[in-house]
């Protein structure tokens, strides 16, 4: 069994900065790709983007070249650290991992861009 808890949302003006963190239970954490997914209201959830075990981020859309993945997996985190933020990025954001055939999934974290 893997725990997830993303922390850090929050409201913030346009062109603000956010980092989120997703602190998760269990052991391996280093062996395996972290994702960071987005879901806004009325709309399904999406890919924002994963960091591999190796830790080498990829980004989706409209995210690259704002968005930044990190890992530490001394602490069994990972990070997403958001600049430039739009509107269009209100959501809750949600961490993943995938372990022998399994989704494991956080409760999700609340950001809000709005002036």
């Known amino acids: 069994q893997v725990q997830l808890v993303e922390s850090g949302g929050d409201l913030v003006q346009p062109g603000g900065s956010l980092r989120l963190s997703c602190a998760a239970s269990?052991?391996?954490?280093?062996?395996?790709?972290m994702r960071w997914y987005r879901q806004a209201p009325g709309k399904q959830r999406e890919l924002v983007g994963e960091?591999?075990?190796?830790?080498?981020?990829t980004y989706v859309g409209s995210v690259k070249g704002r968005f930044t993945i990190s890992r530490d997996n001394a602490k069994n985190s990972v990070y997403v650290q958001m600049n430039s933020l739009k509107p269009e990025d209100t959501a809750v954001y949600y961490c993943?991992?995938?372990?022998?055939?399994?989704?494991?999934w956080g409760q999700g974290t609340q950001v809000t861009v709005s002036a």
């Open positions: 993943n991992t995938y372990r022998s055939g399994l989704n494991y």
């Open positions: 269990g052991t391996d954490f280093s062996l395996y790709a």
């Open positions: 960091i591999s075990s190796g830790g080498r981020p």
